[in-house]
Each structure stands twice: as structure tokens, then as C-alpha cells.
């Protein structure tokens, strides 16, 4: 069997997934497994040895372009042209069987599909139509809410409305529902939920579909939600000749909707399905294997799998600590350029990953400075990101009044309630006399005679004023104090959440403003002028004029590096609150699992080369604070890294000692205390010591010492040079200080 055509090159596992009996199989593919090659043989063998008819097989994986690899891929290994075989995502699968049977559930042969922009104003007009404040209730959060009701095979009818919010969501979810039908409409989520209706409701058509294919197979199942799930149950009965792949070690998508325990359910709903594990992986070298394994092994509700590769064991895994960020990206910078000069790795072979899309900036500014090309797969440069374009743009008026481009992106941003009539009154006066920007605001400032109606004047006023105190403001050394100014005086903060999709970009962005206070506080420390600041920005934004070639390093996310693979890869900002993120600690063990298996991805993204950073500080609003360590890097096997700080003993410690679970809500190391933009300079001083002209006291391991905030304690580890103290202190747990803020107590 081993010599068929459509086995040749695979391995033991892999043979047995493609020639599974056709019954339910579940097949658990490793990262770098060869999944892909899997699910294009097995239809090819269904086709070929099993005389399944190409038109009674669907398959369904979660992109386009997947779809059409997998298509081409098994037309070259059958040389024939399959026009029959349905292949596609959830989505364009169930749009094509609903141009058919949508009539059953009473809509009319032309519907169309409304996409999320649509869906967006009609949830806007429908909000305004019943009386709703939308400030209150932004239209976006409620279609946020409206989606996720959807993937879970809610109705209007079964809405539960737990706070006062979810009662107007279950209204105008109701209301969404009914403007859709009249307008012979869905969405995006009415595809798959309607698709699942229509199954459950003719029982013809059910029957229909199940006659039609034979076999189903399901991609990146790991990634399924309810809706998706039940139409896998629903098309592939009675026969149950249903084949998915997946990885609950990969599922990472959780705030989609998807759900990795649909793989458990499985084996309970399919009774004895054959199970594969695909556990040889192509991709990586052994040690980057068993440092995944050791990340990954912590979780619950998964299946151990033995991860081995004939690639060889491979040079050690790369962990450095940096000062800060900023000696994180010089470290990041320094490793591509060896890479250069040392391998025949290109730019495009090297991807640099992190938790959040602010972590970019420091990033992009070190390549920039260096002039070496790369490119963010994770959305827009950090300069290009709405938010900072707009504080930018503030800047940018202040600096110069007549700049128009600013005026027309800030004058309404936030919302003030000046429409369309009033700024074009404004504008026809300014271009009818000719007038200077900031000529026509001093009018207006000054109270002169003018044209414009008095609502008018009453409406931009207000901005005129604002802008005149700002402009006083915008001296050496108050850049910081501006920009506090600038957010609390326009509202901005509640701005980003009634303008953010959900409540992680709503965060993201906000921790985007973090970062660019703190831009503007070491632009104040520096003595910069506004001018100043402006014009290196300017600069920063000018690396579009880097050639346009594919060969560039790559700068991501977790969540936008998954399925891509890279001879060297960067992971950093391995702190605590980072990765795991803040918000996921506070969700417990499920939200810290997840972020585990974030970092799990990431590892396996490498293949040959993996570089692991975290900062001791950062500057989040401004300040310095010392960060605490990922619990993640207590699980590496010292044995396998080169360079391995004390640092991962004293997590290894901690766990042992406090840890009656596999992870902890907060790991007692390095805790740090919340801050807010308004704290400032003084408020983060008061919380973390100033790093001064080292006075080094006589300290020893084993020895006591007074810290003048967090009292007595035992010293359990000193760095190489001296000025870094970690202690376990009586009463605040296990902290990293600076060696001068101590008082030895003995010895």
C-alpha cells in the first residue's frame, strides 16, 4: 500500500489518516504535520480507491485561498479537472446552497448579503429609530453582540438579557432581524444560522443535502463555533462519513467564537471515530519542538501528543532580557543583521512577534533608523492607526493653524455635533474671502464680524477655543501635559469605545495612546519642541519609500502569524500581563490557557532559529516600571536555552511554592500596580524606585534586607553586576528592586 501513487513520501500516521475507513474520522495534526497534504490525498483517495463521485464530496476550510490551494491540489494529483467537488469556507458553502432553498424560510429568489458595513448602519438607523441614545449604545458593540448571538444559534425570541445594555441589544436584535427579511436581506451570520435552520426545519431538503454528499471534511476544526459545528452534524448524517482535522493546542481564536472543545465533542457525538495523530512535524528542529511540548503541556482538555522531527536537534533557543523596549528592538535589530551576514536567510525569512499591535512601534522605529525593510501583517504601521493619526493630527493643527487636512479630520473627531451643513457654511465663508485657516479661526476667536450664522459660530466655537489654550501650551517640556490636555478635554477615551468594534479593540487601541504619551514624555525628558517631534515623525512615515519587493522582515501578532512559518523567528515582550495578557489573567484558568497556546503558535512558527525576549521595564503612560517575567518561561527546559537568566528559577520557585493549580489567576512575581494617563511622572515614581548612581550595599543570597516601600525580606537572588535584587519579601511576595533601595538587616 505503502507504494500507491498518493502515498508515496508520507509517513506511517499520515497513510492511516488518508486511508481511514469511511466512517467519522478525527484527525490531530501537529503544527507542521503536513495537515494540508493529508486532507488534499484523502479526498484524492476517496475519489480514486473508495469511487466516491468528486460531486457528493464537500470539504470545508476557513479562508478563499485555502479553499482554492486545496481545489488545485487535489485536480494536479487526480490530472483531472473536478468541477463538481464543493470546496469552500462555511460562509460561500452555505451562500450557494441558500440561492436555492432561501425560499423556504420566506425570502425571495434576489436576496442579497449585507456585509458588516451595512450591517452597521442599518443597526445605526435602527437604534435612532427607537429612541436609543447611541452613545450609550453604540451601534457597532450592539452588531458585536448581534453576531455573537448568531454563532451560538440564538434567536430575537431566546435573547437573554442579563444587564440593561442586553435588553436594548435584545430589541434592536429583534428589530435587525425583522428590517432584514423586508429588505430581502442577510448578513454574514444569517448564512451559516439560516443554512442550520433550513436543515432543521424541511425535512426534504435536509434529506436532500445528506443524499448529496457522501463524504464531508472539515479544516482548522479547532476553529469552529456552534453554528458551523451543527451544520457539520446536520450534512454529514446519517452516514456519518464525516473527516476533520485540527489542534485544540492551536485554537487561538476564541474571541471569534470559536470554540476548541467542539473537537471533544466530536468523539462524543461520532462513537468510536478513528483517531489519528499526526506528531512528525517538518517544519522545526527538535529543540524548538520540546520547548513547544514544555509551553503547551500545562493545559487541560488536550491531547498529549509526542512531537518528533528528522531535521535534527538544532542549535539552542535564544532568551534574552533587555532594559526596555527599546534595548529589545536593538537586540531584534542586532539578530537580523548576524542573521544577514551569517546565513542565506533573506529578510522575508524572519518574522518578529508580539502580544499586542502597540508593541510595534519600537519595532518599526529601530528598522527604520536602520533603513532595513519590513513590513506589519498585523494592520497598518503604527503611525497609520486611526487614533494616532488623529492625535497627530491635533498636533499637527496646533503646530500649524493652517493646515487643513488636520481641521477636517479633527473638528468633528470626536463627534461636537457640527454636521454637514455648518462645516460647509464655514468652508463656502472662508473660500469666499480668500481667508487664511487660521485667519478664519481668529475671527471667530476674537469675535469679529462675520458672515456665519450665530448656531454656526455657537457650534465651532467651542473647538476654536480649545484650540487657542492648546497652542499656549505647546511649549518645550509640556508635550506630555498637551496630550493629557488634548484626550481628557475632547473626551477621546470614550471616544475609542463607542468607535471600537469590541472590547479588545477598544484596549488595543487604547494601549496605543499609552505608547504615544510615553513617545511624547521622552520627547519632553530630551527637551524636543513641538516642531521638533513633529518633523521626526513626518520622517517615520515616510518608509513607504522603501522599495516595494516581498523581501522584508515580518512584524505581527500572535493571532496574524498562525499558518506561517520562518527559518528565524522573534518572539517578545514575554511579561507578565503581556503574554498572558491583563485581561486573560483576570478571566482565569480558560483565558491563560489560551494565551499559552498563543505563545505555543508562535514557537512553532520557527524553524530553525527562535529568539525569546522580554524588557525588565517599560514606559506604558509615560513612566518606567520594572515588569515581571512570563509564568510561560518557567515551563523551558533550562537545558535547551542559551542564556537563561536567574530569573526563571525564582518563577520555577514561586510556582512550586504557591501553585496548587497548573497556572495561578496572577503570578505573585514582579506584581505591578494599575496606573492611569493621569497618574504622571510623580504618581509611577512613588510606586517603583529611580534608578540613581549605583550605591551598592552589602548584600549576600540567604541574607535579610529593608526596602523602604515593601519592608523586610529575604534576598534570594543578586544579578551579575550587582544592581538588581530579587526578594521575598514578608508580606508583598517575590519582587525585583534596585540594589541601592535596600538595607541590609544582617550580616
Not at 724 to 733: A, K, L
Request: proline share 4%; glycine share 6%.
Amino acid at each position: 500500500m505503502s507504494k500507491h501513487p498518493l502515498l508515496a513520501g508520507l509517513n506511517p500516521q499520515q497513510i492511516a489518516a488518508i486511508t481511514a475507513d469511511l466512517g467519522p474520522a478525527l484527525v490531530l495534526a501537529g503544527p507542521g504535520s503536513g495537515k494540508t497534504s493529508v486532507l488534499t490525498r484523502r479526498i484524492a483517495w476517496l475519489i480514486q480507491e473508495h469511487h466516491v463521485p468528486h460531486h457528493r464530496i464537500m470539504a470545508v476550510t476557513f479562508t478563499n485561498k485555502a479553499a482554492g490551494e486545496m481545489r488545485s491540489r487535489v485536480e494536479k494529483l487526480l490530472d483531472s479537472k473536478l468541477r463538481g467537488l464543493q470546496i469552500g469556507t462555511f460562509h460561500s458553502t452555505c451562500a450557494r446552497f441558500l440561492r436555492r432553498d432561501a425560499q423556504i424560510l420566506g425570502y425571495r429568489d434576489n436576496w442579497v448579503i449585507y456585509d458588516s458595513d451595512d450591517s452597521q448602519r442599518l443597526i445605526k438607523a435602527i437604534v435612532a429609530d427607537l429612541g436609543f441614545d447611541s452613545k450609550e449604545n453604540p451601534p457597532r458593540r450592539i452588531n458585536n453582540r448581534i453576531s455573537a448571538a448568531k454563532n451560538e444559534m440564538i434567536l430575537p425570541e431566546g435573547y437573554q438579557a442579563l444587564s440593561r445594555f442586553d435588553e436594548r441589544v435584545a430589541r434592536v436584535y429583534a428589530a435587525y432581524q425583522h428590517e432584514l427579511k423586508i429588505s430581502n436581506a442577510m448578513d454574514f451570520g444569517d448564512l451559516l444560522l439560516n443554512m442550520a435552520l433550513l436543515l432543521k426545519k424541511s425535512d426534504e431538503r435536509r434529506k436532500d443535502y445528506q443524499d448529496r454528499f457522501l463524504a464531508v471534511l472539515v479544516d482548522e476544526f479547532q476553529d469552529t463555533n456552534t453554528v458551523q459545528y451543527q451544520l457539520v452534524k446536520l450534512l454529514s448524517a446519517p452516514q456519518q462519513f464525516v473527516f476533520v482535522v485540527g489542534d485544540e493546542d492551536q485554537a487561538i481564536y476564541r474571541f471569534r467564537g470559536a470554540d476548541y472543545r467542539n473537537l471533544l465533542r466530536f468523539r462524543k457525538d461520532y462513537p468510536e471515530p478513528a483517531v489519528v495523530l499526526l506528531e512528525q512535524n517538518y517544519r522545526s528542529t527538535q529543540t524548538i519542538l520540546d520547548v513547544a511540548s514544555a509551553v503547551i503541556n500545562n493545559n487541560r482538555s488536550r491531547t498529549p501528543k509526542n512531537l518528533h522531527t528528522s531535521r535534527g536537534k538544532g542549535e539552542p533557543i535564544a532568551l534574552h532580557e533587555a532594559a526596555d523596549e527599546q534595548y529589545e528592538a536593538d537586540f531584534v535589530l542586532e539578530q537580523v543583521r548576524q542573521l544577514r551576514e551569517s546565513t542565506d536567510i533573506a529578510y522575508s525569512d524572519i518574522a518578529v512577534i508580539y502580544r499586542t499591535n502597540a508593541q510595534s512601534r519600537a519595532f518599526e522605529e529601530a528598522f527604520i533608523r536602520a533603513r532595513l525593510p519590513h513590513v506589519l501583517l498585523s494592520g497598518f504601521g503604527f503611525y497609520q492607526r486611526r487614533e494616532i493619526k488623529d492625535l497627530l493630527a491635533y498636533l499637527r493643527l496646533i503646530y500649524n493653524p493652517d493646515d487643513r487636512v488636520s481641521f477636517e479630520r479633527v473638528i468633528n473627531t470626536p463627534a461636537r455635533g457640527i454636521g454637514k451643513k455648518s462645516l460647509g457654511a464655514f468652508s463656502d465663508w472662508v473660500a469666499s474671502e480668500d481667508l487664511a485657516l487660521s485667519d478664519a479661526l481668529d475671527k471667530l476667536y476674537f469675535d469679529e464680524a462675520t458672515p456665519l450664522s450665530t448656531a454656526v459660530k455657537g457650534k465651532i466655537l467651542p473647538f476654536v477655543n480649545l484650540l487657542a489654550t492648546w497652542t499656549e501650551m505647546a511649549q518645550p517640556g509640556g508635550l506630555g501635559d498637551l496630550f493629557q490636555h488634548i484626550v481628557s478635554q475632547t473626551r477621546y477615551d470614550l471616544h475609542l469605545e463607542k468607535t471600537s468594534q469590541h472590547e479588545d479593540e477598544a484596549l488595543d487601541r487604547a494601549q496605543n495612546l499609552s505608547e504615544f504619551y510615553g513617545m511624547l514624555m521622552k520627547a519632553d525628558d530630551s527637551g524636543q519642541t513641538l516642531h521638533d517631534f513633529l518633523d521626526e515623525r513626518t520622517l517615520y512615515t515616510s518608509a513607504d519609500s522603501l522599495e516595494e519587493d516581498d523581501d522584508k522582515v515580518r512584524l505581527s501578532t500572535f493571532h496574524s502569524i498562525k499558518g506561517l512559518e520562518f527559518p528565524a523567528v522573534f518572539i517578545t515582550g514575554l511579561e507578565q500581563d503581556n503574554l498572558p495578557h491583563r485581561n486573560a489573567i483576570a478571566e482565569g484558568k480558560e483565558g491563560i490557557e489560551e494565551e499559552c497556546r498563543l505563545f505555543y503558535v508562535g514557537i512553532t512558527r520557527a524553524e530553525d532559529h527562535l529568539f525569546l525576549s522580554y524588557a525588565m521595564q517599560r514606559r506604558p503612560f509615560g513612566g518606567s516600571s520594572i515588569n515581571g517575567t512570563s509564568q510561560f518561561l518557567a515551563d523551558l527546559p533550562t537545558h535547551l536555552l542559551d542564556g537563561s537568566p536567574l530569573t526563571l528559577a525564582y518563577l520555577r520557585q514561586a510556582r512550586a511554592v504557591a501553585a496548587p493549580t497548573h497556572w495561578e489567576p496572577r503570578h505573585p512575581i514582579f506584581e505591578r500596580k494599575p496606573k492611569s494617563i493621569a497618574s504622571g511622572n510623580q504618581a509611577i515614581r512613588s510606586q517603583f524606585a529611580t534608578f540613581k548612581a549605583p550605591q551598592k550595599p552589602t548584600l549576600r543570597v540567604g541574607s535579610r534586607a529593608s526596602h523602604k516601600q515593601f519592608g523586610g525580606g529575604l534576598v534570594i537572588g543578586i544579578d551579575p553586576d550587582g544592581d538588581i535584587v530579587s526578594m521575598s519579601f514578608d508580606e508583598h511576595q517575590l519582587k525585583k528592586v534596585f540594589a541601592e533601595d535596600l538595607t541590609p538587616l544582617d550580616g
